[in-house]
Nanobody
Framework: QLHLVESGGGLVQPGGSLRLSCSVSGFTGNYYSIKWFRQAPGKEREWISCISVSGDNGKYADSVRGRFTISKEANTVILQTTSLTPEDSGVYFC??????????????????WGQGTQVTVSP
């Protein structure tokens, strides 16, 4: 139903910033949230942020709170990252989650995923 495409990844130095975008297209008759995940090589996928398509308050994992900001801009969800460290490196994915439209943290598996965008933080 929904098609998501991430962009904005790249190579940055520690302490740098990146603006990641999640372009959302298509249609669903349900409320949904957009969530950001990331996955580093050899590690489990980590949830990092969520925003409801019907709201503008974001939620964050402890690992990124205070450094990352999620927002909406037209048909795009933005994840502004700051104070990046090498531990932030990985592939960043956005996903739509109709089972958790208000970012309540209910266990669910998002139904639609983007292809991911690579973030590399290195000197």
């Amino acid at each position: 139903q929904l098609h998501l495409v991430e962009s904005g990844g790249g190579l940055v130095q520690p302490g740098g910033s990146l603006r990641l975008s999640c372009s959302v297209s298509g249609f669903t008759g349900n409320y949904y949230s957009i969530k950001w995940f990331r996955q580093a090589p050899g590690k489990e996928r980590e949830w990092i942020s969520c925003i409801s398509v019907s709201g503008d308050n974001g939620k964050y994992a402890d690992s990124v709170r205070g450094r990352f900001t999620i927002s909406k801009e037209a048909n795009t969800v933005i994840l502004q990252t700051t104070s990046l460290t090498p531990e932030d490196s990985g592939v960043y994915f956005c996903a739509s989650d109709e089972a958790d439209p208000w970012c309540s943290g209910e266990p669910s598996l998002p139904e639609n995923w983007g292809q991911g965008t690579q973030v590399t933080v290195s000197p």
